[in-house]
């Protein structure tokens, strides 16, 4: 069974950084993608970025292109979220989750597409 455990959520002001971090176990972490999504109080949940398994494809929301970085350390079987210049419309709980097909070569950003989920951690950007 896939575990995914998100962290580093929390308050920040905007304009303020925030790193989230979420650490994968139960399968061969390196062979799949990675994604990060988001759902604000009272939406959908979007997708935010993506990585694919070797790390040399991603793919970011218009929402956060230039502002947010995802990466990923096979390592340590962990994938992360650098957020800069954050806004208050970033806050939202934000969720990591893993492809279901293992060594595709792109990221998608189709949430149908990602089998396993983490239970999220806030992010909450006042003004």
């Known amino acids: 069974q896939v575990q995914l455990v998100e962290s580093g959520g929390g308050l920040v002001q905007a304009g303020g950084s925030l790193r989230l971090s979420c650490a994968a176990s139960g399968r061969t972490f390196s062979s799949y993608a990675m994604g990060w999504f988001r759902q604000a109080p009272g939406k959908e949940r979007e997708f935010v970025a993506a990585i694919n398994w070797s790390g040399g494809y991603t793919s970011y929301a218009d929402s956060v292109k230039g502002r947010f970085t995802i990466s990923r350390d096979n390592a340590k079987n962990t994938v992360y979220l650098q957020m800069n210049s954050l806004k208050p419309e970033d806050t939202a709980v934000y969720y990591c989750?893993?492809?279901?097909?293992?060594?595709?070569?792109?990221?998608?950003?189709?949430?149908?597409?990602?089998?396993?989920w983490g239970q999220g951690t806030q992010v909450t950007v006042s003004s």
């Open positions: 989750a893993a492809d279901r097909l293992p060594i595709r070569g792109y990221a998608s950003r189709l949430s149908y597409e990602y089998e396993y």
